[in-house]
């Protein structure tokens, strides 16, 4: 027999016998557990009665009447049914408020100096909104076209009105006019630098559409004006996200049908400045605007805007207050300046 042959005999393994008993040791220490905790449960059911007697009486001695939970029990371990419970006296904070009238006079101080500040915050938007007026009015006035645009604070903000007379859209028409390219161009840069939001409306009169238009209603048309002045800012560089453009026909109109200056007054195009304060700082900004005087352009307050609910007259400016009966102070509270007051439908 070879050498190699020996050594792979010599370490040849052999195939372990498998122990089939190896759950005994399981059972048994299961078996063990069991009777350590029977063991546990016997040592418990055996008390010391005199040792437990004697806990009982310490504790009943060694624990003061006031701090019994139950009075009528002569401790812990006897509590019965008392009569009376301990009144506890919670750590006072500060003064108790003994009537309602006392809560109400609180409540009220709360609320006054919200609008205290409210009002404040309504003031320096006001003011905001001058300089945002002031802006624009010196841009246009640079170039001749003042007269072009009305400005006038509601709930939403700022409102730069843009008559769409001849100047800006012709009749029945979306598409702007050269004149009023100039106007936008000229208001678009200064709306860019703003952090509000603009929100373009078109507006037309009560005349409704004829059948050759190329528009289906006056809503579509309102639309598609709105949608033509969005579609310039955004060349212009204003974000799109900034941008919102809405049609509503004659269904906001700043006069009433029965005015003279509903048919011009209310074919128009607003760029509103959104106001981004509080609903109850928004509801404070016409009432601030007509109470505090403007050293810029005049803001047109001689209308019944429906929007708003809101009816003021005349037209605020440097000069004061000016009624609108005669034909210029019409045409100028309308938004149009004199020599294009005529020959107006949408």
């Given at each position: ?64 009447d ?66 945002v ?50 106007v ?6 200064i ?16 005349l ?11 809503w ?101 207050t ?5 034909a ?11 020599d ?7």
């Amino acid at each position: 027999m070879s050498a190699a042959h020996k050594r792979r005999h010599k370490h040849e393994e052999h195939e372990e016998h498998v122990n089939h008993e190896r759950w005994l040791v399981s059972y048994a220490d299961m078996l063990t557990v069991l009777m350590a905790l029977f063991i546990v449960l016997f040592a418990l059911s055996q008390i010391d009665q005199l040792k437990f007697a004697q806990f009982k009486d310490g504790l009943s001695k060694g624990t003061p009447d006031s701090s019994q939970a139950v009075s009528g029990s002569s401790g812990v371990m006897d509590v019965t049914n008392g009569n009376s419970v301990v009144q506890v006296s919670p750590y006072s904070t500060g003064q108790e408020l003994t009537t309602s009238s006392q809560v109400q006079q609180i409540a009220q101080k709360i609320q006054t100096a919200q609008t205290a500040k409210d009002l404040t915050a309504a003031k320096a938007e006001v003011q905001d909104y001058r300089e945002v007026e002031k802006k624009i009015d010196a841009a246009l006035t640079a170039k001749g076209d003042q007269d072009q645009v009305t400005y006038r604070i509601t709930a939403d903000g700022l409102v730069v009105g843009l008559v769409a007379d001849n100047v800006f859209f012709a009749n029945a028409s979306a598409d702007v006019e050269a004149k009023g390219r100039e106007v936008l161009d000229t208001i678009a840069p200064i709306l860019a630098a703003l952090p509000n939001d603009v929100a373009v409306q078109g507006h037309t009169n009560n005349l409704p559409l004829n059948g050759s238009a190329r528009y289906r209603d006056n809503w579509d048309l309102s639309s598609a004006r709105a949608n033509t002045v969005v579609t310039g800012f955004i060349g212009h560089g204003i974000a799109p996200v900034r941008l919102s453009g809405t049609g509503y026909a004659d269904s906001r109109p700043l006069y009433p049908d029965s005015d003279p200056k509903a048919l011009t007054g209310n074919r128009r195009v607003d760029l509103v400045v959104a106001s981004p304060s509080s609903d109850a700082v928004k509801a404070l900004l016409p009432e601030v605007a007509q109470q505090t005087e403007s050293n810029g352009p005049a803001e047109l307050t001689g209308t019944t805007d429906t929007e708003t609910g809101t009816s003021t007259t005349g037209t605020t400016g440097t000069t004061g207050t000016t009624g609108a009966t005669g034909a210029v102070s019409e045409d100028v509270s309308a938004g149009i300046a004199p020599d294009i007051a005529t020959n107006v439908a949408h």
